[in-house]
């Protein structure tokens, strides 16, 4: 049973059993949400059968029956907030550009990188979300090579980036290097929003443990 709404990341379900639409991505044998918002459901209409004749010796006919399609998923965008302008929410992605300062949620965890989708470029809110990647070697500017991707990120933090490279056909590539850059929303494995102490920890204010981050100095 699909649920009801969707954030960044969430598994829908598997493809075997849906296809892809709009707001989501396939990965692996799963399709995942791109976009926080409703989950919507349709089965496209079946296709007609075909009837191919058969020689006239046999008078009968053999009916040729297409495979059912699979149901597909989408994501419907909530409408814009009061507290956001519509200003700042573009009605068409404007691509992402070498510098662009961006906001990204953490879909993904790999040994050498991280997987997160793109929701904010240069300030305005992207109507479709992209993909991005930041490389161990792109977290930070310091001892690049005891990197553990696990400790600076977790899945569903919220992450200051900047685009440091157009990247390939999957992803842009992001980086976190500078000060400024890196994790600036994070939710404790008890599942309460923590606030950050130093430059590599936040805090729980309900437990009060501590988890390792690669944490956004504040402006």
Known sequence: MPPPTAHPGLLLGPSSAYSSGPGTYLHASGIYATLAGS????????????????????????????PNPLPQF????????????????????????????????????????VAMAILVVGGRVCADAFAGVVRREDVRGWEVDRVLVGEAFRVGDVVRGVVISLGDQAAYYLGTARNELGVIMATSEDGNPMYPISWKEFRDPVTGRTESRKVAKPF
């Open 74 to 113: 989408s994501i419907l965008p909530p409408p814009p907030r009061p507290g956001i302008p519509s200003r700042l929410i573009s009605s068409r992605n404007a691509l992402p550009t070498v510098g662009d300062i961006v906001l990204a949620r953490v879909t993904r965890l790999q040994t050498r990188q």
């Open 39 to 66: 989950v919507v459901t349709t089965t496209p209409p079946f296709p007609q059968p075909s009837t191919t004749p058969t020689p006239s010796t046999t008078h009968s006919s053999t009916t040729n029956k297409p």
